[in-house]
């Protein structure tokens, strides 16, 4: 064999090797199964990257001030902890709370609205059940000088806050999704996840699943498909989280999108003998769920801090009634932390 051709062999030989090198020194790299080994990194750079966490908290200023609270759901505990915690921060200032609770049904909480503006309430905090129905009623509190201040007015902060609104607190709706996919693809690298919906016509949790779905791909998880709980109670999820099990037999995960959900889709896989299934919740972490978690029934929960939006709420009210602070960021979103087996013994449940 001549040189040259010596030569040719060994470089051949040379690439080849360092090609091998390369692969399986990859981050990315495949498992014999053909699974990825190690979870995709993907830092956060969704539409909530620059928001501020939190309004300026407004002093007291003795004056008497009315402000009306539309309560989108009050029967679901996230929602009454964060409704206690805006009656606690109202009566340190000083300020009668008006509730009103529209129980999911957007004509009841158009009607309410009309009821605290005709009370001349000084403020009005309101999470829209359809943020749109309120246009006529939004236009009418402006007439009328009255600062509305929302929750979840638009979940997805990239658009434009609705005409009517001072402010919005958004939920951490997409850092909650982001956290969720991170986990998942931390614990079953290219795992397949469902995620268990609600057909109520509720902006908030439309958005959600759909961030959910974004992130888990993002991250390479499969997503395999989403069903709606026809009713938000345990009667509702159950089905649902029964459905999603049938259509998918191999479905490594469930994310959920409240502790109700959680804990019944933790009875569902178990007594449908796949405890196995990963459920990997957002929005609560209620005292069941962290004993869930510490048997290991439920993998991850998101803790949103319910008690401190609704100060955060109050405290935006009382500084748009005062002239405090002003003008207040448009938008702020309180951040939370994922609750795990690694530190729900130093976590307080939402309650």
């Not at 062999?9 to 090609?19: F, H, I, Q, R």
């Not at 009821?115 to 905090?125: F, N, Y």
Request: charged content about 20%.
């Amino acid at each position: 064999m001549n040189m040259n051709k010596r030569f040719l062999l060994a470089s051949m030989a040379l690439t080849s090797a360092l090609a091998l090198s390369a692969c399986g020194s990859d981050s990315g790299s495949e498992s014999a199964s053909g699974g990825s080994t190690e979870p995709k990194p993907v830092a956060y750079d969704g539409p909530a990257k620059d928001l501020p966490e939190n309004f300026p908290v407004p002093e007291s200023t003795g004056d008497d001030f009315t402000i009306g609270y539309l309560q989108i759901y009050g029967a679901l505990p996230t929602l009454a902890v964060q409704q206690r915690g805006a009656e606690d921060r109202a009566e340190e200032l000083g300020v009668e709370l008006i509730v009103k609770d529209a129980e999911l049904n957007p004509q009841k909480q158009v009607s309410q609205f009309d009821e605290l503006l005709a009370e001349g309430v000084d403020a009005i905090i309101v999470y829209p059940v359809v943020p749109e129905s309120l246009g006529p009623a939004l236009a009418d509190a402006k007439a009328a000088g009255i600062p509305v201040i929302a929750t979840n007015a638009r979940p997805d902060v990239s658009k434009p806050l609705g005409e009517g609104y001072e402010v919005d607190l958004e939920a951490p709706i997409d850092r909650e999704a982001y956290a969720m996919a991170e986990y998942g693809a931390s614990e079953q690298p290219g795992g397949s996840f469902g995620i268990i919906g609600n057909a109520a016509p509720i902006a908030a949790l439309k958005y959600m699943a759909d961030r959910e779905q974004y992130w888990g791909e993002r991250f390479g998880l499969d997503f395999v498909g989403l069903v709606d709980s026809k009713e938000d109670t345990a009667a509702g999820y159950g089905p649902a989280v029964s459905e999603l099990l049938a259509k998918n037999p191999d479905i490594d995960q469930i994310w959920v999108y409240n502790d109700l959900v959680a804990l019944t889709a933790a009875t569902v896989v178990k007594s449908s003998g796949r405890d196995d299934v990963k459920i990997i919740a957002n929005s609560g972490t209620g005292e069941a769920v962290m004993e869930a978690i510490k048997a290991g029934d439920i993998a991850m929960s998101y803790q949103v801090p319910w008690a401190e939006q609704g100060t955060a709420l109050v405290n935006a009210a009382y500084s748009s009634v005062t002239g405090q602070h002003l003008p207040l960021p448009e938008t702020v979103s309180l951040l939370g932390t994922a609750i795990t087996a690694d530190n729900v013994d130093d976590a307080t449940p939402t309650e």
